[in-house]
């Protein structure tokens, strides 16, 4: 028994509340390593002559390139938990607690149980509800739809033309809503919004008024029928909260600019030495010594104050539906917990999703974000379909290691993209291969959270590094790829129909590292979806154990039915393709 890569500690991913008397448990260790894992629990107070203990196996759940990973859900109606571990391999069992490994089961007292003392009802980490039900559809203002030309700003290009990097093509809050019927035909629940507030840019991520709308992009009253119109259709609205970093021309640097050491807000920013100088800079700014983007000081409590009203205001105003965070990873947590209390306060199922492109396990206890843009997925996902520089075990094992580091709630709201403003389209890392891309955007439809479609990918839009990837979206039809979008339709309908797909839970089934073939299934009370995917050029056919009982098989997506032959379902699948079976 690999003893050095066991791991359990009684918090964190690894013990945590789903309700208000259920502790789900996971334990690490070494991959194909144990034969049989058991959690012995009690309560913490047993009383007289009862029998304290009881005990659960624990199934394996996830594997990934070094590790297996095993859970089980313990339940007590006084959640209050005591436990420990019975593992077994091929040479010997062994017991393991919060004192390490025994060959004789520890009792007593000071036996060194692992502990969860009390589910106390705060404690229980609850993401928004909803959020597990949608598709998000992520905009770029500038560059949707010019709904109303009176508020171009100067120098307007034609839409449709090169985007440059200081480039404005006219996209407004007028025209989203006039594309809500459009969006809505996709069948989205939500749209999350690049910065909105006032700017000198085409992407606003340097704002220098955080209560104005941008005029270029509308007002107040347009903004609110953004929203109401978006509601009225049961579509959620996201904003971009940029706290990170300010606008150049920000009332508080504009008066650190002109008054330099005796402006009352020169502790707002990180300032070396005055005056204030931008080439080179001499205070700490967005990125590289971006000038135009000096970073806030979230640690002092003006700005916190400051920021914080921000966030507040939109939703009392506006009655936005959350926030997605710009550089996350780069404002302190105390920051991020007191917006959240905040927000939470006024809004309970408000979203808040932060801009993390790695490991988050900091900014997803409960605390402070409900979920990340799922930037470890969209790698995995790119590698597997497009550049083809992972098997189907690696793809499983780098998906299973990411969603072994959060609790389930943050799972099932994760915001699954496969690309953004910030990356490259999808398709160009396809090099227009669309077959092959519409494998990569099946798997992200049925996979475990919440998919985000980035605006024109349902139409066949690309695009390299931004501003390239940046561009006006089609609305002429006879550019756009009708095909694909209503393979994107097809596919947001059937996610949307089958409940599995969103709140199942996910199981791997097949691994075919020679083929490139991968299976899972998602399974949500007795209901139960299987997935297959062929991401290869050949055509393969697939043997699959006979399915929860059921003698014929459907595919969502084509139709076709499968019936049973000795136990086993021969699915012939067409290079790929993936099939949705129920």
Partial sequence: MNRAAIYHVCGGSYAFPVNKNTLRIRLRAARNDLDR?????????????????LSQEMELVACDELHDYYEADIRLDDARFRYHFYLEDVQESLWLNEKGFFEERPRGFFSGFFQYPLINYADIFSTPDWVKDAVFYHIFPERFYNGDPSNDPRGVSPWGGKPGRKSFFG???????????????????????????????????????????????????????????????????????????????????????????????KDWFEIESFPVQTDPTNYRTFANNIARMPKLMTGNPEVREYLINVATYWIKELDIDGWRLDVADEVDHHFWREMRK????????????????????????????????????????????????????TFDAQLAK???????????VMLNLLDSHDTPRALHFFEGNKEKFKLAVLFQMTYLGAPMVYYGDELGMTGGEEPASRGCMVWDK??????LLDYYKKLISIR????????????????????????????????SVMVIINNSPRPQQVKIKKFKNRGTITDHLSGQTYNTTDGYYLLDLLPYQGLILE
Avoid at 38 to 50: A, F, I, K, N, S
Avoid at 343 to 372: C, M, R, T
Avoid at 402 to 412: A, I, K, T
Wanted: charged share 25%; with cysteine.
């Fill in 37 to 53: 894992v058991v959690v012995v629990y009690g309560t913490r107070y047993p009383g007289d002559g009862e029998d304290p203990y």
């Fill in 171 to 265: 996209g407004d809050l007028e025209g989203i809503i006039k594309k809500l019927d459009y969006i809505e035909s996709l069948g989205v629940k939500a749209i999350y919004l690049t910065p909105v507030f006032k700017s000198p840019s085409n992407h606003k991520y340097n704002i220098d008024d955080y209560f104005q709308i941008d005029p270029h992009f509308g007002d107040l009253e347009t903004a609110r029928r953004m929203v109401i119109e978006a509601h009225r259709r049961g579509i959620k609205i996201i904003f971009d909260a940029v706290f990170n970093h300010c606008g150049y021309d920000f009332f508080a640097f504009k008066d650190v600019r002109q008054k330099g050491e005796k402006s009352q807000y």
């Fill in 342 to 393: 905040a927000v939470k306060e006024i809004k309970e199922d408000a979203y808040i999703v932060g801009e993390v492109w790695h490991n988050s396990e900091d900014w997803l206890q409960g605390d402070q974000f409900d979920a990340i843009m799922n930037y470890p997925f969209t790698y995995a996902v790119i590698d597997f379909f497009a550049r083809n520089r992972i098997d189907a075990g």
């Fill in 402 to 412: 990411n969603r072994m580091l959060y609790q389930d709630s943050v799972n099932y």
């Fill in 478 to 483: 006879e550019n756009q790829d009708q095909n």
């Fill in 496 to 527: 949307n129909k089958l409940t599995p797909l969103l709140r199942g839970n996910y199981k791997t089934i097949l691994v075919d590292n020679i083929r490139n073939i991968y299976g899972f299934t998602r399974h949500y009370r007795g209901q």
